[in-house]
């Protein structure tokens, strides 16, 4: 499927979609799964957030994105340029970094139960010729079921709704994510990261610095409503 057929398929359809916020749970997933059937017909790799407004005078939001893989970027800025103009829905390229980003909050939808300050990284490689850096994450809390590939695609999420997507990896070239730290290097908190990454050198890691994860990191209680589908692919 072209993206022109998708989008005049959903243009047609925007406005059920529009209402879903208040929708009963088995017509939720029945229209979610819609979406997510048309949209994989285009076969591009590209993955999607959809913020389902409360208030329908608001403009719902999909939000298009590379989960980290820069081959996808200007397939995504020729995605969304092929948009219509639409009534009910705002299209974005690239997670955007929230103005109200909490650093204690949880945004896996309630499914992790992981926020930025229980997360600590560590520089395990610098590219002096492109002045990235390669990244290790840290954290202790347990994640009941969450394979190693669906916890880094949340922390790419944390770090793009943090920073922005685009800010992100403009600085980091890869990363991984370890349940528990095994070699002796220091560690530091991501809620450090914002300033180290505008110059990501070892002269500029933040002051404090861990040998190991805190044992004592306070828990959040996720509780999210259902406003961010995703599509992971």
Not at 167 to 196: G, M, P, S
Request: hydrophobic share 35%; glycine share 4%.
């Amino acid at each position: 499927m072209k993206p022109q057929h998708f989008w005049t398929w959903f243009q047609n359809n925007e406005k059920s979609f529009h209402k879903l916020h208040h929708a009963k749970p088995i017509e939720f997933i029945k229209k979610a799964k819609e979406f997510k059937n048309r949209f994989e017909k285009m076969n591009t790799g590209i993955g999607y957030e959809i913020l389902f407004q409360k208030d329908l005078k608001k403009q719902g939001i999909i939000t298009f994105t590379a989960l980290g893989n820069k081959n996808l970027y200007q397939s995504i800025r020729e995605l969304v340029n092929a948009a219509p103009k639409l009534k009910y829905w705002k299209v974005n390229a690239f997670i955007q970094p929230l103005k109200d980003f909490k650093v204690d909050k949880d945004y896996s939808e309630g499914m992790i139960g992981i926020s930025l300050d229980q997360l600590f990284f560590q520089p395990i490689r610098f590219y002096k010729t492109s002045k990235k850096v390669k990244l290790c994450f840290y954290t202790n809390q347990y994640v009941f079921g969450e394979d190693p590939e669906e916890l880094k695609l949340y922390v790419i999420k944390l770090m793009s709704l943090y920073l922005g997507e685009v800010f992100f990896f403009k600085k980091v070239k890869d990363l991984k994510v370890l349940k528990y730290k095994k070699n002796k290097d220091k560690i530091y908190r991501a809620t450090e990261l914002k300033n180290f990454l505008k110059n990501p050198t070892l002269e500029n890691l933040p002051q404090k610095s861990y040998k190991r994860i805190p044992k004592k990191i306070k828990v959040v209680t996720a509780n999210q409503p259902r406003d961010y589908p995703s599509n992971k692919e």
